[in-house]
């Protein structure tokens, strides 16, 4: 058995731990895929390279608005092999440029393949058993597949997820989408944008349901136009259509849903009962995330975790912050940091853009937190009148006792970019008043609707 100094389990944001305050440390890193991890390989980067694509094809739909028009008349069409390859003919190699980076160093071994926890700090990987004195579980989570007959055992039906999509050969003609969650909305607006027809399936009767009510009520409003929705709806079978080539879901209602492919968008699960890391000693909650304190540590002296594998938000921008807080209390676990519980900030990168930070509405209500509530149309601004948009809003929560942001939600063009500005003074701890008036705003940027939000919000405190 080897032993190492850090035993790093995935190459995700794990992969950045390492740092030259290491150098004299012998390191292994267990990854079974590629490094790069989720973000890289199969989620944020990737999806974002084709969803640009899609924006850019979705711009020509409505050239007439602004009095422009194709000449000779003529469309966009997708070219979906030179899409992929565009995507991927970038990302493949810095994947394989991290690994090959790290199989350089003198003090780094790679291991490659599932691997299983034996014991206390004791791993096998490939037939190989190696422990460490310190362990960061960074193994990441999975596309959770529902417990729906035909999707598993013998005969299953095949299917994609946001692991396998991307890289598909051909644009399918109808692509039936399980899920209304952001992976779900980001891929129905890329296929649907390219030429694809879209229809997604779903249990619940609003597409994006963990955001703030009138987001996803507006959401679900504008998507109607492009894709078709089948809300409210218990699958209980997948099968194979009667044709022989594509699939069918049947409802419990009766009701039959038939396409060309169909992607599983469900949510993803973590892989913490994969790795076994029970034996090690480390405790999973009843998701199975590893439970891990404010400094991301386990139960287990020597044993961190961080990122999708602990859940508290799987988005890659808290990975990273995770991977900072463990990287130092790696090396200084005497005088550990702590983990900055301030809200989160997510975006959903469909048309239209989402961006959210802090409580909806439905949470204030339901935790009982004194509010105030505003909404803004971006069409109030210079800029969103321009644009001729009539379906966007800034919506805005205060407190009535500390005039502080609560809550920001923001659905329509650039909306990733707008809610930062109200990350930032969150985090700072910036009234409404300040925010809105301790600065100069750019006229005519779109950024006005916040300032005008801000200012709207700030008079109904005050009343």
Known sequence: MTHYDLL?????????????????WNIAIVERDKFGGTCLNVGCIPSKMFIYAAEVGEQTRHLSRYGLRFDPPTKAVADWPAIVHRVFGRIDPIAMGGEDYRRGLPNVDVFTGDARFTGLRELQVNGSTISAE????AAGARPNIPKIAGLSGPGAVPFHTSDTIMRIEALPAHLIILGSGFIAAEFGHVFEALGTKVTIVTRTHVVLRAEDDDISARFTEMVRERFELVLDAQP????????????AIDLRDGRCVEGDMLLIATGRVPNGRQLEVEKTGVELDARGFVVVDDTNLTGVQGIWALGDIVGRHQLKHMANLEAYLVQHNVLHPDAPK??????????????????????????AMMAG???????????????????EDTTSFVKLLGDPVTHRLLGAHIIGPQASVLVQLLVQGM???????????????IHPALSEVVEQALLKLAEALAS
């Open 338 to 363: 702590r983990l900055d519980d301030r809200a989160a900030p997510h975006a959903v990168f469909t048309t239209p853009q989402i961006g959210s930070v802090g409580l909806t509405e439905r949470q």
């Open 236 to 247: 209980v079978a997948v099968r194979l259509r009667h044709s022989g080539d594509g699939v």
């Open 369 to 387: 937190v004194p509010h105030v509530v505003i909404r803004h149309d971006y069409a109030s601004a210079a800029y969103g009148w321009a644009m």
């Open 134 to 137: 310190r362990i960061v579980l």
């Open 8 to 24: 790093i389990v995935g190459a995700g944001s794990g992969n950045s731990l390492i740092t030259p305050e290491m150098d004299e």
């Open 427 to 441: 985090h700072l701890g910036a009234t409404v008043e300040e925010l809105a008036e301790g600065q100069i705003w």
